[in-house]
């Protein structure tokens, strides 16, 4: 039994932890927790056994949360850690545990892959680069931007590649997520230099790819507005659409007026903390112009990058060829089934 250690509880880590307790296969040894808040209790409360940082022990102690350990003591105990600590975090961890102790470690987006502050030399995105990731000790999970635009640019590189001349991608942003209790600013913000367009670089380098980023006051969900220019004349709607019907993690719907009708269908569907872990291409609006195919998606935020953590672990940890590794993501994350019943939600 393979064991797996999750540094932080944060969005990503308590989905995580939901996902890989219902592998048989997966030991989850524990979670990291920094703070002796609320999300302290309810992670006893599921089960989950309690590390924390040896400078914080008797915090938590004199709340008394029943804790099992250091994070180091967990971090021995575990062939591999998913880092999910704050973004920023990852590096000080590498240093401070993942190294000296001699452990395999998954990042998440948002850390450096370049730089001082690099934590890995790869950015995984399952799409793409699945098969790269066998040998490595640190990856960095592509974030849930990233993870969308591979989802969406490699099938079109795949049947159209030498006949498109550039793709410009608008990413607009939710400002956090459900869980989150930060106040939404009221106001439309952008980032001066994304990371995006680097990271998917990274991953597909001879891409001529221009990213743009802006952040909205919404909690339901990214929406990205992509225009692929071609060399000639496009290809139609039908024949675009067709090349993403079997797409493992896309679904194509219609009649969605907005980001939050897709979020709030997958609360009601009950679907593990609210996520499709998908992208959506939204057909009615795709468009058709001159030599430009416009296709706007809406990507499952945080959700998106729950079911790639796990697509990792299957080359990382238990070397899987990829179509076995997707065989057994669909059986933790059902989404096939998802895409099937919002698919059918959602036609007009």
């Known amino acids: 039994m393979v064991q797996i250690f999750l540094n932080g509880f944060g969005n990503i880590g308590r989905r995580l932890a939901t996902a890989l307790s219902k592998d048989k296969s997966i030991n989850l040894v524990g979670i990291a927790k920094y703070s002796p808040d609320e999300e302290t209790e309810k992670a006893i409360k599921k ?46 961890n590498k ?22 502050l690099s934590v890995a030399n790869i950015i995984h995105n399952s799409r793409v680069n699945y ?12 974030s849930c931007n990233v993870t969308g635009m591979g989802r969406i640019i490699q099938p079109l590189i795949e049947n159209y590649g030498d006949s498109i001349a550039r793709y410009d991608v608008n990413l607009v942003r939710r400002s956090a997520d459900l869980e989150d209790i930060k106040e939404i600013k009221d106001s439309i913000e952008w980032d001066r230099q994304p990371h995006h367009q680097d990271d998917v670089k990274d991953f597909i380098p001879s891409i001529n790819l221009y990213v743009d980023s802006l952040k909205v006051p919404s909690r339901m969900m990214h929406l990205h507005q992509m225009t692929i220019r071609f060399k000639n004349k496009p290809p139609s709607k039908d024949k675009i659409l067709e ?40 057909k009615e609006i795709l468009k058709i112009q001159d030599d430009i195919v416009k296709i706007s998606y809406s990507d499952d935020q945080t959700g998106m990058v729950i079911p790639e ?27 096939k089934k998802k895409r099937k019943i919002l698919e059918e939600e959602f036609q007009t």
Request: hydrophobic share 35%; no cysteine; aromatic share 10%.
């Open 47 to 92: 089960g989950y056994k309690v590390f924390v940082p040896k400078e914080l022990e008797k915090q938590f102690q004199n709340k008394n949360y029943m804790i099992s350990g250091t994070v180091e003591d967990a971090i021995k105990q575990a062939d591999i850690v998913i880092d999910a600590a704050k973004e920023g975090k990852g590096f000080q």
């Open 95 to 116: 240093k401070k545990y993942y190294i000296p102790l001699k452990k395999k470690a998954i990042f998440q987006g948002g850390e450096d892959r370049n730089g001082k």
């Open 131 to 142: 098969n790269n990731t066998q040998d490595q000790n640190y990856v960095i999970q592509g």
């Open 243 to 282: 090349i993403f019907n079997k797409e493992y993690g896309v679904a194509l719907i219609d009649k969605a007026n907005g980001t939050a009708d897709i979020r709030k269908k997958a609360i009601e569907l009950n679907f593990d903390h609210g996520d499709t872990g998908m992208v959506h291409i939204h």
């Open 309 to 335: 953590n796990y697509m990792l672990l299957q080359s990382m940890v238990f070397k899987k060829p990829k179509t076995e590794a997707l065989k057994q993501t669909d059986k933790i994350f059902n989404m």
